[in-house]
Nanobody, 115 residues
Framework: QVHVVESGGGLVQAGGSLRLSCTAS????????MHWYRQAPGKQRELVAS???????NYTASVEGRFFISRDNRKKMGYLQMNNLKPEDTAVYYC?????????WGQGTQVTVSS
């Protein structure tokens, strides 16, 4: 059974940093792409960052240059380093492990950025 769990959320002041972590137990982790989504109150869920099995990454425009996604296949961990956080980054952040036709979602972790 696959179990995806996020951690590392919290409250931070604008301009600060947080690192989110994601563990995906029960998966053949190196075979999964990893993604971070977020959903702010009253807004649609959006894809923030992705990293492929070959370590190619991409980002939504609003976080480009501030957020960095990475993975450690040996530890079966994914990470999202978030720098220069802004109040508009406030949201629940979700980690997703995916293969073609298959997705495993975590429960989410709250990130709150105060101005």
């Amino acid at each position: 059974q696959v179990h995806v769990v996020e951690s590392g959320g919290g409250l931070v002041q604008a301009g600060g940093s947080l690192r989110l972590s994601c563990t995906a137990s029960g998966t053949s982790f190196p075979m999964y792409a990893m993604h971070w989504y977020r959903q702010a109150p009253g807004k649609q869920r959006e894809l923030v960052a992705s990293i492929t099995v070959l370590d190619y990454s991409n980002y939504t425009a609003s976080v480009e240059g501030r957020f960095f996604i990475s993975r450690d296949n040996r530890k079966k961990m994914g990470y999202l380093q978030m720098n220069n956080l802004k109040p508009e980054d406030t949201a629940v952040y979700y980690c997703v492990a995916s293969r073609p036709g298959l997705e495993h979602w975590g429960q989410g972790t709250q990130v709150t950025v105060s101005s």
